[in-house]
């Protein structure tokens, strides 16, 4: 007797893989580095008692759309809430991804894309962007026109090279018939966002994905959204499970955006803090590239990667190291922390490599 056999082709998928190592410094997934308010946390206490826990939840979500529609300036409509940007992802590709059809992934890029392409069957072209890590309209037409793909995957600012893509990038992809997808898990980094550089009318196959796991410090909470023309949405209420947004959820989402105002605080604060970590790492032996999130790419100049970051651990800080990864060579990647930790992570690494 053995145990019967998956669908083919999941034993060929990887799994996503984050190595979880303990160190007192840890700089490797890009969390917020300080917990939500505590006036948060008071008010989802009190709204505990108020939930009815023995009904099942809005499915249609609508507090919760109709406050995110008022923040982006768009329909309640235009917006469809899932447990994570992961799952807003995997919804998408259940809707327009599938067997027969395929996803364009420009990388190097979030290793997620890929992977949720797969589980849902899409076929996945890659193609490779520029040396610098960037994407030019060249690239984005060529990637197009020779692939014809059926969804065109953006990353804005990139993880984990920590760029924006260019405007005329997003826009060489709008030219296209695919569905856009522009994951901006990071976008309250950058200097702007896709519905910042695209007008109303050109919106009909832009998505913009985001969560309130990094600049709303509630990665643990497993909320997102998606920024959606209408008739998109519909097509992912469609694959969604039904009440798959529990009610606690829906309220918690609804009192963290009552704190827009620190988030916004929390977002000037790292972007600072990311500014002196540069500074710090400009006079060292590592390649740094420009960031527009709350994290830093670098590459050692003259030691080896992997034991670089063996030495940041020896002295317990956890960076993520994707220096064995394809187009990532000797890459390895800080997330911006509280003041503190960043010192730590900068004193480790002048240690480690070397004035
Ligand atoms: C962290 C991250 C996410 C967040 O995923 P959630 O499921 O919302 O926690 C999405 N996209 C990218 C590129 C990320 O780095």
Not at 131 to 137: I, N
Not at 287 to 295: D, G, I, L, R
């Amino acid at each position: 007797m053995s145990t019967p056999a998956p669908r083919p082709g999941l034993s060929s998928l990887a799994g996503y893989y984050s190595p979880q190592v303990t160190a007192s410094v840890r700089l490797n997934s890009n969390e917020s580095p300080v917990a939500p308010p505590d006036s948060f946390v008071e008010k989802l206490k009190n709204a505990l008692d108020q939930i009815s826990l023995h009904r099942y939840p809005d499915r249609q979500v609508n507090a919760l759309r109709e406050a995110l529609a008022d923040r982006e300036g768009v329909l309640p409509s235009e917006i469809f809430c899932a447990n994570g940007s992961d799952e807003v992802l995997q919804s998408l590709f259940l809707a327009y991804g599938g067997p027969g059809r395929s996803v364009l992934i420009f990388e190097p890029t979030y290793a997620l894309h890929s992977e949720i392409a797969r589980i849902t069957g899409t076929q996945v072209i890659t193609a490779e962007r520029s040396d610098g890590f960037t994407l030019s309209e060249e690239i984005v037409s060529a990637a197009i026109t020779s692939h014809q793909p059926d969804i065109v995957m953006l990353c804005s600012p990139n993880n984990p090279t920590g760029l924006t893509e260019p405007v005329e990038a997003l826009r060489a992809a709008l030219d296209s018939s695919a569905l856009v997808l522009v994951d901006e898990a990071y976008g309250q980094f950058a200097s702007y966002r896709a519905h910042d550089v695209v007008d109303p009318t050109d919106r009909e196959r832009l998505v913009a994905i985001h969560t309130f796991s990094k600049t709303w410090a509630l990665a643990g909470l497993r909320l997102g959204y998606a920024v959606a023309p209408s008739p998109v949405v519909e097509n992912l209420e469609l694959v969604a499970m039904p009440y798959h947004l529990s009610s606690i959820t829906q309220r918690a989402g609804l009192l963290a955006l009552e704190g827009q105002g620190e988030m916004e605080a929390r977002v000037l604060t790292l972007k600072e803090e990311r500014q002196r970590i540069e500074d710090a790492m400009a006079p060292l032996a590592v390649k740094v590239w420009p960031s527009e999130a709350n994290f830093i790419l670098f590459r050692p100049t003259t030691l080896v990667s992997n034991d670089v970051w063996q030495g940041l651990l020896d002295r317990s800080v956890l960076v993520r190291n994707f220096s064995d990864w394809p187009r990532l060579d000797g890459c390895l990647r800080v997330t911006v922390g509280t003041p503190e930790e960043n010192e730590a992570f900068i004193t480790a690494l002048r240690e480690v490599v070397g004035q």
